[in-house]
């Protein structure tokens, strides 16, 4: 039987050290970005804030109404373009008929639905053809805003009039009059033509003092006859947009995203009509399609951030996770930043598409400032929150940042605090824009190679020490050593020959990246050899001669005791794989999970200053044995730190229907919270028991 897991969190909440005014008057711990090195590299390149980078925001639509995503720093649009896949502002028009009547003109569908008062809002349109549509309050009713306008009622109609106009080059285009405030008449309507033009948008009025709810944005599709509305009926997109690239968030001076100038598309993929902001598919692909031709078109590095995502038993073998991958191999230039899930604490958990190879999957990291801060813990040491979805077979999250802030959101939502790889996400997005800006403007115009960016944010991840490689994959994002080392790379050549190094295991958690295992009752020797397969991609287009001459060679360098290899030092020559043997002596270890890595560093260079081509984690499970003398019974006790957590593993003995938890706080614990959760081998929660409270206190389930 494989082993199960049983997690333990404690959570202790108190109130921390208060800050000094003068601390407090310089940053914004409600989003913090100094942990990923944000702070050091725009003070070292403050011209380097993002503007050559546009960020695609694959979510929920971002409210481009609203405070901090209004405008970049030069003034000009921040969000430049919107597109919604998700087709919940599908409206399909219908031609209308001018009808004279006795108190004036009405156009009017077939089923004599119209609008009044419209001469004045159609000045310069082509006479012949005039078309129609509705928005229905009513079908908002499973939505979050239900109630457009603000007037206590979700009953209203609010008519919109499409027709066609020249523009200054003489080509027709397709306008919009919207009857804002549901009266019938367009004398007090609002025109808008495709937001990319002009970045027109509009928002439903209600009675005097009522809150407007959506910023409204305007796309035509005529020959699907189709007008495409764009808003956040979610708030998640919106939350995010301001984490990667806010300015002046809340009209407030210094608080600001990650890469505040960057400009965003938004690029809707989730349907708010239904839980959660659903999507599909094809909602993706298309999304992510587009993000491709927006960069392609206008000639501009494109980074996608999708805070999105599913749980996933086919690591990198779903649909969505072949997809980005092979965009991602076709189009160097995008980069794809993503959440890793919200699956955690069990292993073996990142979600879809954070499992795609190609992808920078982000875990979600906690530091003292951002916990004291938004949560009054005094926490001593960085962590990451128990939700963070864990690595296993993959050699995921690819790296961390932090995981909440208090960020921009539409006009209807109340609360801007949110935590989760969502937030994580958009963070480490905006560190990565501010690295693909330095490098495409930098003086030797980098070309933008998405898989040496994964490289280089990857291997200079900054280690944290509290974390094993499970928790925090690569580390945490470090911005500065991310861009000193990505620059190293780029002066060597590095990206005119090799894309990659692919690495495939053998033997445990078969065809995937890592040695994983957590199979029992037979736990390795110390003399099973895991077989791993290093192989180098090159770049499309190398020669046969110059992969011929490929030569790589590397000191191999376990951070481990237990963690041994067959050989210390391997090569590649030309496009032929090689074989890397690693061993593990967990013998008469005590019970736990035992994590590691082996890093490959180039031959000859230097100690001090090296960073790794590549690594390979290795993890081992030791279970608590259960079985007729200890009547299937075992004991853990242990000290917990405040935000922090201790994994126990035990064996199911073949045949076990049920378990039974009990938790216990020991006399003189400390805590407002004290959990335990079950996990089975796939990371899956299994149910759990608790809060206890009190010392002394216990429970059981």
């Known amino acids: 039987m494989r082993p199960r897991l049983l997690f333990i969190s404690l959570l202790l909440v108190a109130l921390a050290a208060a800050a000094t005014a003068q601390d407090r008057a310089k940053r914004w711990d409600i989003m913090t970005s100094h942990e990923i090195g944000a702070d050091r590299f725009k003070a070292k390149f403050p011209d380097f804030d993002g503007k050559g980078v546009v960020i695609a925001v694959l979510d929920t639509g971002v409210d481009m109404g609203v405070e901090g995503l209004k405008v970049l720093p030069d003034g000009k649009p921040k969000v430049v373009d919107v597109r919604d896949f998700s087709t919940e502002g599908d409206l399909y028009w219908e031609e209308g008929h001018i009808n004279p009547g006795e108190k004036g003109e009405k156009i009017v569908d077939n089923k004599g639905r119209g609008l009044t008062h419209f001469r004045k809002a159609v000045e310069g349109a082509d006479p012949a053809r005039f078309y129609l549509a509705f928005i229905e309050e009513k079908s908002f009713r499973d939505a979050d805003v239900k109630d457009l306008n603000g007037d206590g009622d979700s009953k209203d109609v609010f008519g919109v009039l499409i027709f066609t106009v020249k523009d200054d080059q003489g080509k027709m285009r397709y306008v919009a009059a919207v009857d804002v405030n549901g009266d019938g008449r367009l004398d007090d309507g609002v025109r808008v033509s495709d937001y990319w033009r002009n970045h027109e948008t509009f928002c439903m009025t209600g009675p005097k003092g009522a809150r407007r709810q959506l910023t409204i944005a305007a796309n035509f599709y005529p020959a699907e006859k189709r007008l495409s509305l764009h808003f956040d009926s979610g708030g998640h997109g919106t939350h995010v947009a301001g984490i990667a690239s806010g300015y002046r968030i809340h009209g407030q001076d210094g608080y600001h995203g990650v890469a505040p100038g960057a400009r965003v598309i938004s690029l809707k993929i989730g349907n708010n009509r239904f839980a959660g902001g659903s999507t599909v598919t094809e909602s993706i692909k298309k999304a992510l399609d587009y993000g491709v ?154 070309p933008i ?253």
């Open 449 to 701: 190679d998405n898989a040496l960016i994964l490289r280089a944010v990857k291997m200079a991840a900054r280690d944290v020490p509290t974390l094993g490689v499970l928790d925090e994959g690569g580390g945490a994002l470090d911005i500065p050593a991310a861009h000193a080392y990505a620059k190293a790379l780029y002066d060597s050549g590095e990206h005119r020959i090799l894309r990659r190094y692919r690495i495939i295991n053998r033997g445990p958690a078969q065809g995937y990246e890592a040695v994983y295992w957590r199979y029992t009752p037979a736990l390795p020797r110390k003399t099973d050899v895991m077989q791993m397969v290093l192989a180098p991609e090159f770049v499309k287009g190398v020669s046969a001669e110059a992969k011929a001459r490929f030569y790589r060679a590397f000191d191999l360098v376990p951070d481990s005791d237990w963690i041994t290899l067959t050989k210390p030092m391997a090569y590649l020559k030309g496009p032929q794989p090689t074989m890397l043997g690693i061993m593990v002596d967990v013998e008469g270890k005590a019970p736990g999970l035992y994590c590691g890595k082996v890093q490959a560093f180039r031959k000859n260079s230097d100690a001090k200053t090296r960073v790794p081509d590549f690594a390979i984690p290795v993890s081992v499970l030791v279970p608590h044995r259960t079985n007729a003398f200890n009547r299937g019974r075992f004991h853990a006790a242990g000290k917990v730190g405040p935000g922090l957590f201790e994994r126990v593993f035990f064996e199911v003995p073949a045949g076990v229907q049920a378990v039974t938890l009990k938790l216990r706080m020991l006399e003189g614990g400390k805590a407002s919270q004290l959990s335990a959760a079950l996990f089975d081998p796939d990371g899956m929660a299994r149910g759990g028991v608790g809060p206890v409270t009190e010392s002394g206190d216990h429970t059981e389930a």
């Open 293 to 446: 031709h927006y960069a392609r078109k206008n000639k501009v590095p494109v980074v996608y951030n999708m805070s999105f995502g599913v749980g996933s038993e086919l690591e990198t073998r779903s649909a969505i996770d072949r997809y980005v991958d092979s965009l991602l191999a076709r189009n160097p230039g995008v980069v794809f930043v993503t959440s890793a899930g919200n699956e955690g604490p069990g292993l073996s958990t990142i979600g879809t598409p954070g499992a795609a190879l190609r992808s920078i999957a982000v875990g979600a990291l906690l530091g003292p400032k951002a916990a004291s801060a938004q949560y009054g813990c005094p926490l001593a040491q960085e962590t990451v929150f128990s939700f963070s979805s864990r690595g296993g077979e993959l050699f995921k999250p690819d790296i961390v940042a932090p995981g909440s802030a208090a960020s921009t959101v539409p006009l209807w939502e109340n609360r801007d605090h949110f935590h989760g790889t969502s937030m994580a996400s958009p963070c480490a997005c905006g560190g990565i824009a501010l690295l693909v800006d330095a490098l495409a403007r930098d003086e030797k115009k980098y």
